[in-house]
């Protein structure tokens, strides 16, 4: 799972590096692409530490809460940020539709974790 928190890491912020940098001038036509393009590269960096955070909770506690709360944690940062990134790109709008599932999946991942810590594993 640190694994995954690495890959999150860096990929948010190359993604993000390639939003400011590479796609400049096409969000500047389109600035609401930009707004979707940084808010799903905030979630992913927020949410690639929010997994090595799991991951060392499990490491420590070897909590099957805390496994689950770090693969919510990705698979949160997979839809809710990859719908954005694609629809800043030019995806289909209905993809919105789709991105709260992925920011359900960021709630499971802290409510897990939360529970962890109020069991005294965390």
Known sequence: MLGAAALLGLLSVGLGAFGAHGLKAAFTAAPER????????????GHALAVGLAALVLDRTSSALASTSGWAFVGGVVVFSGTLYAMALGAPRWLGAVTPLGGLSLLAGWAALGVVALRGAG
């Open 34 to 45: 930009a707004a979707w393009w940084q808010t799903a590269t905030q979630y992913a960096m």
